[in-house]
Protein backbone atom coordinates (compact mmCIF):
# COMPACT_ATOMS: atom_id res chain seq x y z
CA UNK A 1 0.00 0.00 0.00
CA UNK A 2 0.87 3.89 -0.60
CA UNK A 3 0.25 6.01 2.31
CA UNK A 4 1.18 7.63 5.18
CA UNK A 5 -0.07 7.07 8.56
CA UNK A 6 -0.70 9.34 11.61
CA UNK A 7 2.33 9.47 14.29
CA UNK A 8 2.39 6.99 16.43
CA UNK A 9 5.78 8.07 17.72
CA UNK A 10 4.82 9.48 21.31
CA UNK A 11 6.30 13.41 22.13
CA UNK A 12 8.92 13.44 24.66
CA UNK A 13 8.28 15.21 27.75
CA UNK A 14 10.59 19.01 27.95
CA UNK A 15 13.97 18.67 29.66
CA UNK A 16 14.69 20.47 32.75
CA UNK A 17 17.62 21.41 34.19
CA UNK A 18 19.61 18.51 36.23
CA UNK A 19 21.56 19.13 39.42
CA UNK A 20 24.89 18.79 39.64
CA UNK A 21 24.50 15.64 42.01
CA UNK A 22 21.87 13.42 39.49
CA UNK A 23 24.66 14.44 36.52
CA UNK A 24 27.16 12.91 38.68
CA UNK A 25 24.99 9.31 39.27
CA UNK A 26 23.73 9.58 35.31
CA UNK A 27 27.20 9.67 34.08
CA UNK A 28 27.82 6.08 36.66
CA UNK A 29 24.70 4.86 35.30
CA UNK A 30 24.92 5.61 31.74
CA UNK A 31 27.57 2.79 30.95
CA UNK A 32 25.87 -0.12 32.37
CA UNK A 33 22.54 1.20 30.86
CA UNK A 34 24.34 0.76 27.78
CA UNK A 35 25.25 -2.48 27.94
CA UNK A 36 22.06 -3.39 28.96
CA UNK A 37 20.36 -1.90 25.37
CA UNK A 38 23.09 -3.76 23.54
CA UNK A 39 22.11 -7.21 25.14
CA UNK A 40 18.70 -6.61 24.67
CA UNK A 41 19.25 -5.69 20.70
CA UNK A 42 21.46 -8.62 20.14
CA UNK A 43 18.92 -10.95 22.17
CA UNK A 44 15.61 -9.64 19.55
CA UNK A 45 12.12 -9.57 20.35
CA UNK A 46 10.22 -12.72 21.62
CA UNK A 47 6.52 -11.41 22.09
CA UNK A 48 6.14 -8.86 18.73
CA UNK A 49 6.58 -5.74 21.28
CA UNK A 50 10.68 -5.02 19.91
CA UNK A 51 10.06 -4.97 16.64
CA UNK A 52 7.09 -2.63 16.51
CA UNK A 53 8.63 -0.54 19.50
CA UNK A 54 11.70 -0.06 16.59
CA UNK A 55 9.35 0.79 14.03
CA UNK A 56 7.78 3.33 15.74
CA UNK A 57 11.17 4.68 16.73
CA UNK A 58 12.39 4.55 13.24
CA UNK A 59 9.77 7.33 12.01
CA UNK A 60 10.87 10.86 11.37
CA UNK A 61 8.94 13.29 13.71
CA UNK A 62 5.56 14.13 12.33
CA UNK A 63 5.49 11.03 10.44
CA UNK A 64 5.12 7.61 10.80
CA UNK A 65 5.22 3.86 9.50
CA UNK A 66 1.79 3.84 7.74
CA UNK A 67 -1.67 2.11 8.72
CA UNK A 68 -2.95 0.57 5.23
CA UNK A 69 -5.21 -0.17 2.71
CA UNK A 70 -6.32 -2.97 1.05
CA UNK A 71 -3.55 -2.23 -1.77
CA UNK A 72 0.17 -2.87 -0.91
CA UNK A 73 1.27 -3.37 -4.40
CA UNK A 74 -0.24 -7.22 -5.15
CA UNK A 75 -3.29 -5.88 -6.17
CA UNK A 76 -5.15 -7.38 -9.44
CA UNK A 77 -4.88 -5.77 -12.85
CA UNK A 78 -7.80 -4.34 -12.46
CA UNK A 79 -7.53 -2.44 -9.23
CA UNK A 80 -4.12 -0.48 -10.44
CA UNK A 81 -3.65 3.09 -8.82
CA UNK A 82 -2.26 5.20 -11.51
CA UNK A 83 0.27 6.95 -9.59
CA UNK A 84 3.10 8.16 -11.49
CA UNK A 85 6.60 10.20 -10.36
CA UNK A 86 9.99 10.21 -10.28
CA UNK A 87 12.99 10.61 -8.76
CA UNK A 88 16.23 9.24 -8.24
CA UNK A 89 17.78 5.82 -7.98
CA UNK A 90 18.91 5.27 -4.82
CA UNK A 91 22.49 3.22 -4.18
CA UNK A 92 22.80 -0.22 -4.94
CA UNK A 93 22.71 -1.56 -1.56
CA UNK A 94 25.15 -4.16 0.05
CA UNK A 95 22.55 -6.62 1.04
CA UNK A 96 22.64 -8.20 -2.79
CA UNK A 97 26.00 -9.26 -1.57
CA UNK A 98 26.23 -12.64 0.29
CA UNK A 99 25.71 -11.96 4.01
CA UNK A 100 28.87 -13.97 5.10
CA UNK A 101 30.78 -17.20 4.26
CA UNK A 102 28.74 -20.37 4.00
CA UNK A 103 28.88 -23.00 6.51
CA UNK A 104 29.36 -26.83 5.90
CA UNK A 105 25.85 -28.49 5.25
CA UNK A 106 23.25 -30.31 2.82
CA UNK A 107 23.05 -26.91 1.22
CA UNK A 108 26.73 -25.76 0.64
CA UNK A 109 26.91 -24.58 -2.76
CA UNK A 110 23.73 -23.20 -3.49
CA UNK A 111 22.66 -19.72 -3.55
CA UNK A 112 19.12 -18.58 -2.21
CA UNK A 113 17.81 -14.71 -2.77
CA UNK A 114 15.60 -13.59 0.27
CA UNK A 115 13.51 -10.54 -0.84
CA UNK A 116 12.29 -8.52 2.24
CA UNK A 117 8.59 -6.99 0.99
CA UNK A 118 8.95 -3.50 0.57
CA UNK A 119 11.44 -1.09 2.49
CA UNK A 120 10.63 0.66 6.16
CA UNK A 121 11.47 3.91 4.20
CA UNK A 122 9.53 3.56 1.27
CA UNK A 123 6.65 6.52 2.77
CA UNK A 124 9.44 8.88 3.10
CA UNK A 125 9.86 8.38 -0.92
CA UNK A 126 6.52 8.67 -2.26
CA UNK A 127 7.59 10.41 -5.58
CA UNK A 128 10.41 7.68 -6.05
CA UNK A 129 8.25 4.56 -5.16
CA UNK A 130 5.30 5.65 -7.54
CA UNK A 131 7.20 6.19 -10.79
CA UNK A 132 6.29 3.07 -13.21
CA UNK A 133 8.23 0.54 -14.36
CA UNK A 134 8.23 -2.11 -17.11
CA UNK A 135 7.18 -5.62 -16.01
CA UNK A 136 6.75 -6.98 -19.11
CA UNK A 137 2.93 -7.63 -19.60
CA UNK A 138 2.67 -3.78 -18.52
CA UNK A 139 4.02 -1.07 -16.31
CA UNK A 140 3.95 -1.00 -12.52
CA UNK A 141 4.46 1.11 -9.91
CA UNK A 142 8.21 0.99 -8.55
CA UNK A 143 7.52 -0.55 -4.89
CA UNK A 144 4.48 0.37 -2.95
CA UNK A 145 4.72 1.17 1.54
CA UNK A 146 3.19 -1.79 2.28
CA UNK A 147 0.12 -2.69 4.31
CA UNK A 148 0.09 -2.33 8.15
CA UNK A 149 -1.48 -3.99 11.12
CA UNK A 150 -4.37 -1.75 12.72
CA UNK A 151 -1.85 -0.99 16.14
CA UNK A 152 0.37 0.00 13.14
CA UNK A 153 3.16 -2.87 13.02
CA UNK A 154 4.12 -2.27 9.44
CA UNK A 155 4.49 -5.16 6.91
CA UNK A 156 8.08 -3.40 6.00
CA UNK A 157 9.18 -4.17 9.41
CA UNK A 158 7.00 -7.69 9.72
CA UNK A 159 9.03 -8.95 6.55
CA UNK A 160 12.08 -7.64 7.44
CA UNK A 161 12.01 -9.79 10.78
CA UNK A 162 11.12 -12.83 9.29
CA UNK A 163 13.79 -12.53 6.23
CA UNK A 164 16.77 -12.03 8.76
CA UNK A 165 15.07 -15.00 11.05
CA UNK A 166 15.15 -17.10 7.38
CA UNK A 167 18.60 -16.08 6.63
CA UNK A 168 19.99 -17.52 10.04
CA UNK A 169 18.00 -21.06 9.56
CA UNK A 170 19.23 -21.15 6.16
CA UNK A 171 22.81 -20.60 6.81
CA UNK A 172 22.83 -23.06 9.34
CA UNK A 173 21.94 -25.47 6.78
CA UNK A 174 25.34 -24.53 4.33
CA UNK A 175 23.28 -22.10 1.93
CA UNK A 176 24.65 -18.63 1.05
CA UNK A 177 21.89 -15.97 1.61
CA UNK A 178 21.44 -12.79 -0.39
CA UNK A 179 19.09 -10.04 0.51
CA UNK A 180 17.68 -7.30 -1.85
CA UNK A 181 17.69 -4.85 0.98
CA UNK A 182 18.25 -5.47 4.42
CA UNK A 183 16.82 -2.19 5.86
CA UNK A 184 20.21 -0.55 4.50
CA UNK A 185 19.40 1.83 1.52
CA UNK A 186 16.60 5.43 1.82
CA UNK A 187 14.07 3.13 -0.17
CA UNK A 188 13.20 0.40 -2.69
CA UNK A 189 14.52 -1.52 -4.76
CA UNK A 190 12.14 -1.45 -7.23
CA UNK A 191 10.16 -4.47 -8.43
CA UNK A 192 12.17 -4.84 -11.47
CA UNK A 193 15.81 -4.55 -9.90
CA UNK A 194 14.32 -6.87 -7.04
CA UNK A 195 13.89 -9.74 -9.76
CA UNK A 196 17.70 -8.62 -11.16
CA UNK A 197 19.49 -9.25 -8.24
CA UNK A 198 17.64 -13.10 -7.86
CA UNK A 199 18.75 -13.61 -11.82
CA UNK A 200 22.52 -11.65 -11.13
CA UNK A 201 22.83 -14.21 -8.38
CA UNK A 202 21.96 -17.13 -10.72
CA UNK A 203 20.08 -18.31 -7.28
CA UNK A 204 19.02 -21.63 -6.78
CA UNK A 205 15.81 -20.25 -5.29
CA UNK A 206 14.08 -16.72 -4.65
CA UNK A 207 11.76 -16.29 -2.04
CA UNK A 208 9.59 -12.89 -1.76
CA UNK A 209 8.22 -12.35 2.19
CA UNK A 210 5.31 -10.28 2.64
CA UNK A 211 1.66 -9.91 4.33
CA UNK A 212 -1.43 -8.97 3.11
CA UNK A 213 -3.50 -6.31 3.64
CA UNK A 214 -7.22 -7.54 2.78
CA UNK A 215 -10.52 -7.35 4.61
CA UNK A 216 -11.29 -8.47 8.44
CA UNK A 217 -12.46 -11.83 8.26
CA UNK A 218 -9.74 -12.60 5.58
CA UNK A 219 -7.07 -14.80 7.56
CA UNK A 220 -4.71 -17.72 6.48
CA UNK A 221 -1.27 -17.87 4.33
CA UNK A 222 -0.34 -18.21 0.19
CA UNK A 223 1.92 -18.86 -1.82
CA UNK A 224 2.10 -16.72 -5.49
CA UNK A 225 3.49 -18.84 -7.99
CA UNK A 226 4.63 -17.12 -11.99
CA UNK A 227 2.19 -18.19 -14.54
CA UNK A 228 2.65 -18.43 -18.00
CA UNK A 229 4.35 -15.05 -19.18
CA UNK A 230 5.72 -14.34 -22.22
CA UNK A 231 5.84 -10.32 -22.83
CA UNK A 232 8.15 -8.08 -23.17
CA UNK A 233 11.32 -8.46 -21.45
CA UNK A 234 9.18 -11.04 -19.36
CA UNK A 235 9.32 -14.74 -20.17
CA UNK A 236 8.77 -17.03 -17.05
CA UNK A 237 8.14 -20.20 -19.48
CA UNK A 238 11.58 -21.74 -18.17
CA UNK A 239 10.66 -21.35 -14.50
CA UNK A 240 7.37 -21.84 -14.23
CA UNK A 241 7.35 -25.83 -13.04
CA UNK A 242 10.09 -25.12 -10.97
CA UNK A 243 8.99 -22.34 -9.08
CA UNK A 244 5.36 -24.27 -8.63
CA UNK A 245 8.04 -27.39 -7.01
CA UNK A 246 9.08 -24.53 -4.76
CA UNK A 247 6.20 -22.87 -3.71
CA UNK A 248 4.36 -25.92 -2.92
CA UNK A 249 7.15 -27.20 -1.08
CA UNK A 250 7.08 -23.97 0.97
CA UNK A 251 3.60 -23.78 1.49
CA UNK A 252 3.88 -27.00 3.34
CA UNK A 253 7.10 -26.71 5.32
CA UNK A 254 4.90 -23.19 6.45
CA UNK A 255 1.70 -25.39 7.40
CA UNK A 256 3.44 -27.90 9.46
CA UNK A 257 5.74 -25.07 11.43
CA UNK A 258 2.70 -22.83 12.29
CA UNK A 259 0.04 -24.50 12.10
CA UNK A 260 -1.59 -21.49 10.49
CA UNK A 261 -4.16 -22.47 7.59
CA UNK A 262 -4.12 -21.94 4.30
CA UNK A 263 -5.88 -18.59 2.63
CA UNK A 264 -9.98 -18.52 3.21
CA UNK A 265 -10.34 -16.37 0.40
CA UNK A 266 -7.26 -16.96 -1.63
CA UNK A 267 -6.54 -20.27 -3.58
CA UNK A 268 -9.54 -22.03 -2.80
CA UNK A 269 -8.28 -23.25 0.15
CA UNK A 270 -5.28 -24.70 -1.38
CA UNK A 271 -2.48 -22.05 -0.40
CA UNK A 272 -1.92 -21.59 -4.01
CA UNK A 273 -2.61 -19.00 -6.09
CA UNK A 274 -0.95 -17.90 -9.76
CA UNK A 275 -0.36 -14.50 -10.94
CA UNK A 276 1.01 -13.11 -14.12
CA UNK A 277 0.80 -9.70 -13.16
CA UNK A 278 3.71 -9.34 -10.35
CA UNK A 279 6.92 -7.67 -11.83
CA UNK A 280 8.89 -9.37 -9.41
CA UNK A 281 7.77 -12.92 -10.82
CA UNK A 282 6.99 -11.87 -14.72
CA UNK A 283 10.85 -10.53 -14.84
CA UNK A 284 12.84 -13.69 -12.98
CA UNK A 285 14.87 -16.28 -14.69
CA UNK A 286 14.97 -18.13 -11.37
CA UNK A 287 12.92 -20.03 -9.55
CA UNK A 288 10.98 -18.07 -7.22
CA UNK A 289 7.65 -17.64 -5.45
CA UNK A 290 5.84 -14.94 -2.97
CA UNK A 291 4.45 -15.75 0.54
CA UNK A 292 2.24 -14.01 2.18
CA UNK A 293 2.39 -14.75 5.45
CA UNK A 294 -1.56 -14.13 6.51
CA UNK A 295 -3.85 -11.23 6.67
CA UNK A 296 -2.58 -7.95 8.52
CA UNK A 297 -5.92 -6.43 8.78
CA UNK A 298 -7.52 -9.07 10.50
CA UNK A 299 -7.23 -9.78 14.15
CA UNK A 300 -6.56 -12.90 14.22
CA UNK A 301 -4.04 -13.07 12.01
CA UNK A 302 -2.61 -9.82 13.45
CA UNK A 303 -2.06 -11.57 16.52
CA UNK A 304 -0.02 -14.19 15.00
CA UNK A 305 2.06 -11.50 12.90
CA UNK A 306 2.76 -9.58 15.54
CA UNK A 307 4.21 -12.68 17.84
CA UNK A 308 8.36 -12.85 17.97
CA UNK A 309 7.58 -16.59 18.64
CA UNK A 310 5.20 -17.05 15.83
CA UNK A 311 7.98 -15.06 13.01
CA UNK A 312 10.41 -17.60 14.60
CA UNK A 313 7.95 -20.83 13.33
CA UNK A 314 7.66 -18.85 10.35
CA UNK A 315 10.87 -18.64 8.87
CA UNK A 316 11.56 -21.83 9.95
CA UNK A 317 8.62 -23.45 7.75
CA UNK A 318 9.55 -21.08 4.78
CA UNK A 319 12.91 -22.52 5.41
CA UNK A 320 12.25 -26.26 5.68
CA UNK A 321 10.51 -26.04 2.32
CA UNK A 322 13.44 -24.03 0.24
CA UNK A 323 15.67 -26.99 1.92
CA UNK A 324 12.82 -29.51 0.62
CA UNK A 325 13.35 -27.85 -2.84
CA UNK A 326 16.67 -27.78 -3.16
CA UNK A 327 17.56 -31.01 -2.04
CA UNK A 328 15.12 -32.16 -4.40
Known amino acids: MSYVGPDFEPPRPPRRPLRRPLTVAVATLVPGALVGWLVWQAVGDDDGNGSAARASA ?14 DGKERPD ?32 VVVVDPGHNPGNFRHPSDINRTVDIGTNRKECDTTGTASNSG ?36 PCIDERAEIGNKARADAVVSVHADGSAAGNRGFHVILPGPVHSGAADTRPI ?7 GERVAGGFLRATGTPPSNYVGG ?3 IDVREDLGGLNLSTVPKVFIECGNMRDSEDSARLTSGTWRQKAAQGISEGIVSFLRG
Do not use: C, I, M, N
Not at 58 to 71: E, K, L, N, V
Not at 164 to 178: D, P
Open 58 to 71: SAPAGRSAPSGDPD
Open 79 to 110: GGTGRSGGGEEPRTSPSAEASGPAASGPLKGK
Open 153 to 188: YTEAEFTLDVSRRLRTALEKEGATVKFTQDGDRPWG
Open 240 to 246: VAASRVL
Open 269 to 271: GTG
